[in-house]
């Protein structure tokens, strides 16, 4: 049994991944500045509020839990903020990773892993994304989450530390147990913002952009149910540990769906009929972002298996009617 430390352990992914390593035995430290998770949500281990901006706090805190390994989520991921202000996303995301990178060092972490994203690979002409796809990051997100990996590459090359980098885009879904699940504000994700509006908390649903070159105009997408991407860190923690070669995976259910069909099977799980605006597009989006993981079902025996849009959406319709939520 471990101690993980969980960088953006109160937010979305994070706190589902905390969640099961506390299941399975772990300690799961949470290192969080809460500027877009919840403290609500870090209930499965310790928490050490901290903003990866603090180096020194950073190393005391990593240096006190003597952690086996780190699974970094924590990061600026608006992409459209990210092109209002790319600053603030190298900031976060490349000087944040550069001090946890010297905070792992310092304190002789093991084994690290880094949330990236598909979007390091930009528009492609719809073709299924793998780990060999060219690199054409289409944002200041993008960007700083390709310059990130590199950060890593380099430092673990001269420090022996094994690393994985897991490439992936929009997680949807929530945990099985209804404890936990997907709650950013402002919400940009598709799935959260059309059932704010089944919910009554949002009146129409704005479609961003409907003049993409896809066959109905609106952009296509991977999702993955956030247990199934739990599933590959625990999954990525034990091959690192058992001295796994393979650096770099796709995590993607291989399927992409348009936002109009996503918006027909979140009509079809929750049985209404969602009021849908065209608006223009937002900076930064590419039309179709699709992506394979042949390579992780291969090496680390990982299947997409709930990520299914029926599944996604039901769990997170399930979430959003929890009793007693409120937001
Ligand atoms: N959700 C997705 O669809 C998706 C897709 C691809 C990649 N990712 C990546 O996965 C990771 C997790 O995404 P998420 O949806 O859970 O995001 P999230 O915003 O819910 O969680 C990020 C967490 O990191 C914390 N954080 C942000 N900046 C910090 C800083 N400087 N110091 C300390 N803590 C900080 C936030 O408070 C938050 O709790 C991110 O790296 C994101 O880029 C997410």
């Not at 390593?21 to 209930?43: C, E, F, K, P, Q």
């Not at 059309?194 to 704005?206: F, N």
């Not at 009929?273 to 039309?287: F, I, Q």
Request: aromatic share 6%.
């Amino acid at each position: 049994l471990a101690t993980i430390i969980v960088t953006g352990g109160a937010g979305y992914v994070g706190a589902h991944a905390c969640k099961r390593l506390a299941r399975d035995g772990h300690v799961a430290v949470t290192i969080d500045n809460l500027s877009t998770g919840w403290r609500d949500a870090v209930r499965f281990g310790p928490f050490e509020g901290c903003d990866l901006a603090d180096a020194d706090g950073l190393a005391a805190a990593v240096a006190r839990h003597r952690p086996d390994a780190i699974l970094h989520f924590a990061a600026m991921s608006d992409i459209e903020r990210s092109v209002a202000d790319p600053a603030l996303a190298w900031r976060a995301n490349v000087a944040g990773t550069l001090n946890l990178l010297a905070a792992a060092g310092a304190a002789g972490v093991a084994r690290f892993v880094l949330s990236s994203t598909c979007a390091v690979h930009g528009d492609q002409d719809g073709v299924l994304l793998t780990e060999t796809s060219p690199v054409q990051p289409a944002s200041p997100y993008a960007r700083s989450k390709l310059a990130s990996e590199m950060a890593l590459a380099d430092h673990a090359a001269r420090s022996g530390m094994r690393y994985a980098i897991f490439r992936y885009f929009n997680v949807a879904g929530a945990d099985e147990g209804r404890e936990i699940g997907e709650f950013h504000r402002p919400e940009t994700h598709l799935i959260p913002r059309a059932l704010d509006v089944v919910r009554g908390r949002a009146d129409r649903l704005v479609i961003n952009g409907t003049d993409f070159p896809t066959p109905d105009g609106t952009c296509i997408r991977d999702f993955v149910h956030v247990e199934d991407l739990v599933d590959a860190h625990v999954a990525g923690l034990d091959h690192l540990a058992r001295g796994g070669a393979e650096r770099l995976f796709c995590l993607g259910s291989g399927r992409g769906y348009s936002v109009r069909e996503v918006v027909r099977a979140v009509e079809a799980v929750t049985g209404t009929t969602l009021p849908v605006d065209a608006g223009p597009r937002r900076a930064g989006d590419s039309a179709s972002l699709v992506c394979g993981s042949r390579l992780a079902q291969d090496v680390l025996g990982w299947q997409p298996s709930r990520s299914t849009l029926p599944r996604m959406i039901g769990d997170a319709w399930a979430w959003a009617q929890r009793p007693g939520f409120s937001a």
